[in-house]
């Protein structure tokens, strides 16, 4: 989508080669450079890019500090480091039938004050930060069906009783809601811009 829309080059970088084979598998209607490497090591020029984005991966950083500071020296002065990540602040779904994911959310992700320390350490300005409502799956079945894969990363972590535990009453909601209505969660979506 960035590269149609920006009608610009856009390179994918992902430590996991199994994440670029699935990203080299979408259609795409520019062509997208995949390449695998880690966050804060990035095989890129010093202030060659006009915009990082990041999508779902902070909380994935083991060092978030030192990948704002790799952000820094491949971005061009007056570039900007895009964002979109969940936080501890978020209002998300899952807890409600697996609590053993709100302790997991609360030790894994980061605050929306972290994320704005760490960029402005490394020499960014904030430019624009929103909580946005977004839909995660179309209606109540779908979701049910997406979380019984147990592909995201929280539910992964389970133990199988939890996470039978947490199915069953998921289940049991689902059957006594309106199962046509969307399923929505809050997400963070920062912007920063390098400053010179």
């Not at 946005?132 to 990363?153: C, G, H, M, Y």
């Given at each position: ?58 909380h994935h950083l083991p060092d978030p500090a030192a990948v704002t500071r790799e952000c820094r020296r491949i971005l061009r002065v007056g570039g900007y ?116």
């Open positions: 989508m960035l590269a149609a829309e920006f009608g610009a080059r856009v390179i994918g970088l992902d430590p996991s080669e199994k994440m670029i084979d699935q990203a080299r598998r979408k259609p795409a209607a520019s062509p997208v450079v995949f390449g695998r490497a880690s966050a804060h090591e990035l095989p890129l020029p010093d202030g060659c890019v006009d915009l990082v984005f990041m999508s779902q991966i902070y480091a895009c964002i979109r990540t969940g936080t501890r602040e978020n209002d998300v779904v899952v807890p409600s039938f697996f609590p053993a994911v709100r302790a997991m959310l609360d030790a894994d992700l980061p605050s929306s004050e972290e994320i704005r320390s760490n960029f402005a350490a490394a020499g960014f300005t904030p430019r624009h930060h929103e909580i946005v409502t977004e839909i995660v799956a179309p209606d109540w079945p779908s979701f049910v069906r997406k979380s019984a894969l147990r592909a995201d990363s929280f539910l992964a972590r389970l133990s199988d009783t939890e996470f039978d535990q947490g199915m069953a009453a998921l289940r049991a909601h689902g059957a006594n809601v309106n199962p046509a209505e969307a399923v929505t969660e809050e997400i963070d979506w920062f912007v920063f811009k390098k400053r010179a």
